[in-house]
């Protein structure tokens, strides 16, 4: 008899043993995050007209590594900037596609295009955007981006001047010396991971 009850309490003991880990791990597993998935990502100083290129947690700096840092010419400030995100609500862009553009003399030699909305008639941009809003006798309540397509980075088919101090900027894209874009198309592949890109106005 006194066997039976020790038997039953052993018995008892090591299922409250067993319900005990097994609620243990189950608590583990819901705390365990899972692993942040590292890609390349962009960051772009718009006013300074630096843009560095990191790899790993996008957005993080602290988390990524700087791998390369070029100097641009962005959209004409004021009239047909490059368009900041946080004003149509996002925190970045992606770049959604790489093409060779060979043939166009505005984009030569590549072009990479970044998920910023369009229309198919002026201002060729989004819309509202109101970054350009001012007093009416110095400027239009809309940016007007004057050329139609889609914004993006992309080359100056030789053309050095156009990333010079002294020319305006481009209607919105962002100018990149022939092989830093050829650099960037080579090395990015929109197919094969997520490639955010941020704009600071500074």
């Known amino acids: ?18 319900i ?10 819901q705390v365990v995050k899972q692993p942040e998935e590292k890609s390349h990502w962009l960051l772009l100083h718009r006013k300074s007209e630096k843009e560095f290129l990191y790899y790993g947690i996008p957005g ?7 791998v390369k840092t070029f100097s641009v010419k962005v959209g004409t400030p004021g009239e047909r900037p490059t ?19 060979f043939d166009n003399p505005e984009t030569a030699p590549y072009f990479l295009e970044l998920d910023v909305p369009v229309t198919d008639e002026e201002p060729y941009g989004p819309e509202p955007y109101n970054e350009c809003n ?35 900027g481009s209607s919105g894209c962002v100018r990149h ?12 592949d929109p197919q094969k991971e997520q490639i955010r890109y941020y704009i600071e106005d500074i």
């Open 1 to 18: 008899m006194r066997r039976g009850i020790l038997s039953i309490i052993f018995l008892f003991l090591m299922l409250s043993l067993c």
């Open 20 to 29: 005990f880990s097994i609620d243990s791990f189950q608590s583990q597993k």
């Open 60 to 66: 993080e700096r602290e988390k990524s590594g700087l």
């Open 83 to 101: 368009p900041l995100p946080k004003l149509l609500g996002r925190e970045y862009w992606f770049i959604t596609k790489k093409t060779e553009s």
């Open 134 to 168: 001012g007093p009416a006798s110095t400027r239009d309540e809309q940016c007007n981006w004057i050329l139609p397509g889609s914004f993006g980075l992309h080359g100056v088919n030789g053309d050095n001047t156009k990333l010079s101090d002294e020319d305006q």
């Open 177 to 188: 010396a022939d092989e830093d874009i050829t650099y960037l198309y080579r090395l990015l």
